[in-house]
């Protein structure tokens, strides 16, 4: 969602696109193309939305105006996407260096490298964007500082960096005020900063500008996105060098088509993405049911094992209770019965009858055969001999 805003701004200072000094040399196929390029006049192009290509550039310098103070229109490509950007004026004496390429998966941007050199030693840079916060381990200061040193490795040497402040510069330019609208629409705050510096190139003294924009995320504190490009020049052209760079950027036109397809490319990105964590989400789901069953399995399978090994080492103790209770009534002469009225086991019977019968009230009558002695009274109460010898279990309760 927040890479979206980044489309009016990518373009604040220098264009996107394939590198070329001569804008002849643009792609063929470009949809912006009119072959007018050579005589310096310029028509307007595939779209007109009031923009007049054949507009100057009034800066105070007399270099850097071209042929009679007119600008040459420069194309700006998207190598990603194989499409126009948008179209530029630049002086016609300044040349542009550019190589961008949105991510035809994503609409991120995959890599950005764009430079407008003036024939005075004069550098407008963009370098493109960057995250911060603790999910990177970089804060604000060290992302745009960072950022700003790689831009100026190599072309300024002894660098002396200000303070960053608020930008008048950046909140004058037309693309800076339709992204902070797009930002206000999606919740987001915007800020466009810059940093003066100091330094030198090729021996003489030269001073720039470092310009931040930066898209604090509200969900997450110290967190977010920054843009940061630069501005550099002779010490005494630098005033006029931040005039020519507003003039240049209020001279984009972007190209609808190219925005519509980012937008579009964004939207089957998040669905898919949208998609991908679903399905991840039933995955992941599917590996925790699995998970908990397998657990649930080797809990029953303990269980199981668990309890054979009670019932092994119980039926042990059984046998070991039924040996000695036998050993004992063999020693005293007597047998022990169980009482199924009184729901209980009677010991100590003496051992002098075949079979034993109880009554309510606990009396025990032996007989030598197996006939009750009064049905109306008693019931028979069975030998626990015969009962574990039967296969039956002898407790303390007799089954």
């Known amino acids: 969602m927040y890479r979206a805003l980044l489309v009016p701004l990518l373009l604040l200072l220098a264009a996107c696109g394939t590198d070329s000094s001569d804008p ?34 009034d800066a105070p310098m007399a270099s850097g105006q071209g042929q009679n103070g007119q600008g040459q ?33 994503t609409g991120q941007i ?10 005075q030693g004069q550098l407008m840079r963009g370098l ?24 100026l490795q190599g072309e300024v040497g002894d660098v002396s ?10 909140e004058n330019m037309q693309a800076f005020q339709k992204a902070v609208q797009m930002a206000r629409q999606q919740g987001m705050q915007m800020e466009g900063l810059e940093a003066p510096f100091r330094g030198s190139a090729g021996g003489r003294p030269v001073q720039g500008i470092v310009y931040v924009t930066r ?3 509200p969900q997450f504190p110290d967190t977010g996105l920054i843009q940061v490009s630069l501005i550099l020049s002779p010490a005494e052209l630098l005033p006029a060098t931040i005039r020519l760079s507003e003039q240049m950027s209020n ?40 998970r908990m069953a397998n657990i649930q399995s080797q809990f029953e399978t303990s269980q199981a094992i668990a309890d054979q090994r009670q019932q092994t080492w119980q039926e042990g ?38 079979t034993y019968w109880t009554d309510q009230n606990g009396n025990v009558v032996g007989t030598e055969g197996y006939e009750n002695p009064d049905p109306w009274y008693y019931e028979q109460a069975p030998n626990l001999d015969d009962v574990y010898d039967q296969g039956g279990v002898v407790g303390d309760d007799g089954w």
């Open 24 to 57: 002849s040399a643009m792609n063929a196929n470009d949809p912006y193309a009119d072959g007018s390029y050579a005589d310096g006049s310029y028509t307007d192009g595939p779209y007109d939305d009031g923009f007049d290509e054949r507009a100057q550039i």
């Open 73 to 105: 229109r420069v194309v700006l490509m998207d190598r990603g996407l194989q499409m126009a950007r948008g179209a530029q004026v630049i002086p016609s004496d300044w040349r542009l260096t550019q190589d961008i390429a949105t991510d035809p998966n």
């Open 110 to 119: 995959a890599r950005y490298m764009v430079d407008l050199r003036g024939p």
């Open 128 to 151: 493109g964007t960057a995250n911060y916060g603790q999910i990177v381990g970089t804060s604000f200061q060290q992302a745009w500082q960072q950022a700003a040193m790689r831009g």
């Open 161 to 170: 960096m200000g303070n960053l402040q608020r930008s008048a510069v950046l």
């Open 215 to 217: 898209w604090p995320y």
């Open 251 to 290: 001279s984009y036109r972007p190209n609808p088509e190219f925005e519509q397809r980012v937008q579009q490319i964004g939207q089957a990105s998040m669905q898919r993405q949208s998609a991908e964590s679903r399905q991840q989400m039933a995955h992941n789901q599917s590996l925790h049911q699995q």
């Open 317 to 354: 103790q059984d046998a070991i209770s039924e040996r000695n209770r036998r050993v004992g009534n063999a020693i005293l002469g007597t047998v022990d019965i169980y009482d199924a009225q009184a729901g209980q086991t009677v010991h100590g019977i003496d051992n002098t009858s075949n």
